[in-house]
Each structure stands twice: as structure tokens, then as C-alpha cells.
């Protein structure tokens, strides 16, 4: 009976081991499931460093959790700084939030913050131009986007807001040649493919419009987009008068 009981005690307590070692296992990969759980548990950790916490921020906010990135950054400058995180990237991540709550003001000024430390970056002198373009202020915009190209006049990103803004000028002629560069970068850019066709149909440019809503078409595979396009289509093949 004794060695029975001693078997069986053994047993539970190899069960109890094994247990615990699959709810720890659980805990790990469920910690490791997406990049937010992952960065929580490591800023959880080193709760005193700035790049866990810039990292979780950056995860929070890919994952539409603005608020709570919003937090993390703010958390990130309160912090004795480590030399972890560079402050013109912090600051593009807090404008890139209050961007995306539509916060243009606080985007701006955060932007410009990045600026006093990288007075040269290209992609923020792109971020400010769009959101002066989104409020409307297009000569800023062209401003930002403009000086931007100087310093790498291969960016896609920044030819096409230049044609944004020409588009929003209604300078079509303009913002084709800006989306036409684009495509010469990346011919394979839907997206700038669309532009162009968008732009030749503002000039009127109907038979080039055509063009670039067919390539547009043997690019595109979305069916919301591939629709658009195709009625698109259709009211160039009417004003060229082929239906």
C-alpha cells in the first residue's frame, strides 16, 4: 500500500510538473502570438527603457490602437534618455498618430519637432506635405514636398504628392508628368497607374486616360477597385463616343 500511495503521489506530481510546464508554454506563445502582445510583455519588463516602449507604440499603433500608442510615445519622452531611440523617429510616430486621428495641427507641430533633429529627412518633409495638403493649405504642402525632392528626387512618395497637389490646382498636366515619374520608378504601382489615369481624364485626355485605365485593369486584382475602374472605362468609351 505504501508503495502504491508513493507511486501515486509521484505521478501527481509529475502530472502537476507537466502541467505547468504546458501553462507556461501557453503563456509564452500567446505572448509571442502578435507583435502588440510581444512588445507589452517586453516593455512590461524592462519598464525602464525607451525602445520596448517605442516598439510596443509603433505595434499599437499598426494595430489601430492610437490611444494607448499615443500613451506609449508620451511615455518614451518622459523617459531619461537612453540613446535607443533616435527623436526624429520618436516624433514621426506621434505625428503619424495624431494623423490618423485626424489631429493635423498636433501631426504638424510633431513632424516639425522631428525636423530640429533631422533637418534633411525627406520622409518628414513628405509627412508634412500631406497633411497640409489635407487641410487644404497647398502651397505648404508643395513647400514641404518640393524641398523634400531636392534632397532625393528618386522618392515615389513624393512625386505623388506633388501631383496630389497639382491635382488639387487643377494643374492635370502637371500631375501627370509627376505620376508618369512615379511609374518610371515602380511600373508595377497600381496605384500610380490610377493616378495618371486620373489625371489624363481631368486634361481631357481621353484616348491616354484609356490607356492607363486598361494597364491599371491587368494590374489591379480588387474587386472594388477593379469596378471603379471599369466604370471608369465605360465613361471614357462614351465621351470618345464608342458605345
Not at 507537466?18 to 500567446?30: C, F, P, S
Amino acid at each position: 500500500m505504501k508503495t502504491a500511495a508513493k507511486n501515486s503521489l509521484m505521478m501527481l506530481i509529475a502530472f502537476t510538473i507537466i502541467a505547468g510546464y504546458t501553462a507556461a508554454a501557453y503563456l509564452r506563445n500567446n505572448i509571442y502570438r502578435t507583435p502588440v502582445t510581444l512588445w507589452g510583455a517586453t516593455a512590461a519588463v524592462a519598464w525602464n527603457k525607451q525602445r520596448p516602449h517605442e516598439n510596443y507604440g509603433q505595434s499599437l499603433s499598426a494595430a489601430g490602437f492610437y490611444r494607448a500608442a499615443l500613451r506609449e510615445f508620451k511615455l518614451v519622452q518622459s523617459m531619461p534618455d537612453d540613446g535607443s531611440v533616435p527623436l526624429r523617429d520618436l516624433y514621426r510616430e506621434i505625428g503619424v498618430v495624431y494623423f490618423r486621428l485626424n489631429m493635423l495641427d498636433e501631426a504638424i507641430a510633431a513632424w516639425k519637432r522631428g525636423l530640429v533633429y533631422a533637418a534633411f529627412d525627406p520622409g518628414l518633409m513628405n509627412n508634412l506635405a500631406l497633411a497640409f495638403l489635407q487641410k487644404g493649405r497647398y502651397a505648404e504642402a508643395e513647400a514641404y514636398a518640393t524641398q523634400g525632392l531636392m534632397l532625393c528626387n528618386t522618392m515615389p512618395s513624393l512625386l505623388n504628392t506633388l501631383g496630389e497637389v497639382a491635382m488639387r490646382n487643377r494643374d492635370y498636366g502637371r500631375a501627370v508628368n509627376y505620376f508618369i515619374k512615379v511609374l518610371e520608378i515602380n511600373p508595377d504601382d497600381s496605384a500610380g497607374t490610377w493616378n495618371v489615369a486620373l489625371a489624363y481624364t481631368q486634361a481631357g485626355q481621353y484616348e491616354k486616360a484609356l490607356a492607363y485605365v486598361n494597364r491599371y485593369l491587368a494590374q489591379e486584382s480588387g474587386p472594388q477597385n477593379r469596378r471603379q475602374a471599369v466604370d471608369l472605362l465605360n465613361n471614357l468609351n462614351a465621351k470618345l463616343g464608342r458605345q
